[in-house]
């Protein structure tokens, strides 16, 4: 594996885990790049490339898996808050439109 592809994998992941999303965003284009450089460096029809490709999938895919469930987290804990809970919409009731005494 190329060392600039295993140094920003690295960061991206420390990056996520601590949920800096700036520098996520910025790491999760840097890969590609790097990912692209080092697949284009290689001669047509090397195994490498589609190890590179699958090492890109995964590291992006467990990228948003990640971020994903790290902001579902925090809206939910946003919405245990009592005082927050007033600024959070809650569902419309349906109101009646007809009334029947029988």
Request: aromatic share 4%; net charge positive.
């Amino acid at each position: 594996m190329n060392e600039s592809l295993s140094r920003i994998e690295k960061a991206l992941r420390c990056a996520v885990e601590k949920q800096r999303y700036a520098e996520v965003q910025r790491l999760v284009l840097e890969f590609c790049a790097a990912a692209e450089s080092h697949a284009r460096s290689l001669p047509p029809g090397d195994p490498r490339i589609g190890e590179i490709a699958e090492l890109t999938r995964e590291v992006l895919q467990w990228t948003r898996t990640m971020v994903r469930s790290a902001r579902e987290s925090l809206a939910q804990q946003l919405r245990m808050i009592p005082k927050v809970k007033r600024y959070i919409p809650t569902p419309a009731v349906p109101r009646r439109l007809m009334h029947l005494d029988a």
